[in-house]
């Protein structure tokens, strides 16, 4: 079917190419990308002078200058100067918050205006960011599958979104039982599971595994894999990571542990025999580190929270709200344990990496202070150039691997003939200077310019 589709996608731009006039009336939507250095995705070296023919919704041939021709009456788009990259993925953001400092008060003021206006404008303000897939993990159920399948459906504009909707937990934090639910032995884990998955989230989210029992934990991963989803844990805390291993959870998320110095012993060790399991496929880990190493610059020069990218979609008095609620950012609580926690990440990040975990590209997005307009942008930067992590790396964990992850690597993640066309380029050399990538000149998404 797939093989099938491409020949036929490079059949029709062949008859483009060759048929001339006639071809002109239906050729509205070839698009022709021209001229920019491609980094596809896959970490070989980049194709100068290239040409990515997209037609509709898909990719139906990349080339260069000079030996791919473009058809006859394709829209052409120039990249001179730029580099082109497959559209970027957040693999952690929480639509449903925007950046306020006081969850508590969040919580209990805007769960009606979720669905209709808060999750809409965090999923605009993505896109314009060239992030073109994001992993939603911790929402609503209804209000995280209506959002998901209006921007499928081209509705609204946004991300291609994997959803968890609401967290799996122990027992619910008071206040949060719309997005948290509660587990109370195996058989109610089983059945939670299966109503997320009957409702058909994309991916289960497991937070506090430590206080479960180790048989809640089990079930919970268990239904998960029999019902094709994976399982997403949280990791701040060494034994939801013990745990979490033990039951087979897919992708761990946080540099965690707080303050202290790095990973236990067994718990590398762990992590090393995991992933020493070829069959089993790599194990993801998404570190989301960057707000904790740029809060006491970010302290300490709060230019960026006056930023009107993260207002994008929201209406004033929410933006009000937000902004009075940071207004003093070295007062909030949220971040008084930041500074000493930040001299422990790099040897955390660097224990996670040598024991072979495949790192993902994921941001925490909508937490105090942390806007969905600029946090995928940052956590690139901060591996690059604060953990020392080869552009090209960081680029593959923010496109290649998270496609992998999710199982959809045969539609997205690189510039390749067959794929949707969820690209992006921009000014200049971003494997010389990652941070280029906080101003995308050109979104494509699914084979429509939306920037
Ligand atoms: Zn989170």
Redesign the pocket.
């Known amino acids: 079917m797939h093989l099938v589709r491409i020949v036929c996608l490079i059949l029709a731009t062949l008859l483009a190419t060759s048929t001339g006039s006639a071809s002109v009336a239906q050729s509205s939507s070839l698009k022709a990308l021209v001229g920019g250095t491609l980094i596809d995705g896959f970490g070989g070296a980049p194709i100068r002078n290239s040409v990515i023919l997209v037609d509709g919704e898909r990719i139906t041939a990349v080339g260069q200058v000079g030996r791919l021709e473009v058809p006859r009456g394709a829209e052409i788009i120039s990249t001179e100067g730029m580099s082109v990259l497959p559209g970027l993925w957040d693999m952690?953001v929480?639509l449903m918050i925007n950046g306020h400092a006081d969850y508590a008060h969040w919580d209990k003021t805007y769960p009606a205006q979720f669905e209709s206006v808060i999750m809409p404008a965090s999923a605009k303000q993505l896109l314009l960011a060239g992030v073109t897939s994001a992993r939603d993990?911790?929402a609503p159920l209804e209000a995280s599958i209506n959002v998901r399948d209006r921007i499928n459906v081209g509705k609204i504009p946004g991300p291609t979104l994997y959803v968890s909707g609401p967290f799996i937990q122990k027992a619910p934090y008071p206040g949060t039982e719309l997005f948290r639910w509660g587990v109370d032995g195996v058989d109610d884990a089983r059945a939670k599971v299966n109503k997320l998955a009957d409702a058909g989230v994309d991916v289960i989210k497991l937070i506090d595994q430590d206080q479960m029992t180790m048989d809640e934990v089990r079930a919970v991963v268990d239904q998960a894999h029999q019902r094709g989803l994976m399982v997403v844990g949280h990791s701040h805390r060494p034994e939801e990571i013990r745990r979490g291993l033990a039951a087979g959870v897919d992708n761990f998320?946080h540099t965690g542990l707080s303050s202290a110095p790095d990973y236990p012993e067994d718990i590398v060790r762990a992590l090393a025999e995991r992933t020493a399991n070829m069959s089993r496929g790599p194990l993801y880990w998404t570190p989301?580190i960057e707000g904790l190493f740029n809060y006491e610059y970010l302290r300490d020069n709060p230019e960026q929270l006056d930023d009107p990218a993260w207002q994008v979609g929201l209406p004033p008095e929410i933006i009000k709200d937000i902004r009075q609620s940071i207004a003093h950012p070295d007062r909030l609580p949220y971040f008084q344990l930041t500074p000493v926690r930040r001299p422990t990440l790099a040897r955390k990040f660097k224990q996670l990496s040598d024991a072979g975990v495949v790192m993902l590209v994921g941001t925490?997005s909508g937490?105090p202070m942390k806007f969905h307009s600029s946090s995928t942008w940052r956590e690139l930067d901060a591996w690059v150039n604060i953990l020392g992590v080869s552009p090209m790396q960081a680029i593959r964990g923010a496109t290649y691997w998270p496609s992998v992850a999710m199982k959809v690597d045969q539609d997205v993640g690189t510039i390749t003939p067959g794929k949707y066309a969820d690209i992006i380029a921009v000014k200049g050399d971003v494997l010389r200077h990652i941070a280029l990538l906080q101003r995308v000149d050109l979104v494509v998404k699914r084979g429509a310019r939306v920037r």
């Open positions: 952690h929480h993990l911790g998320e989301t925490d937490i």
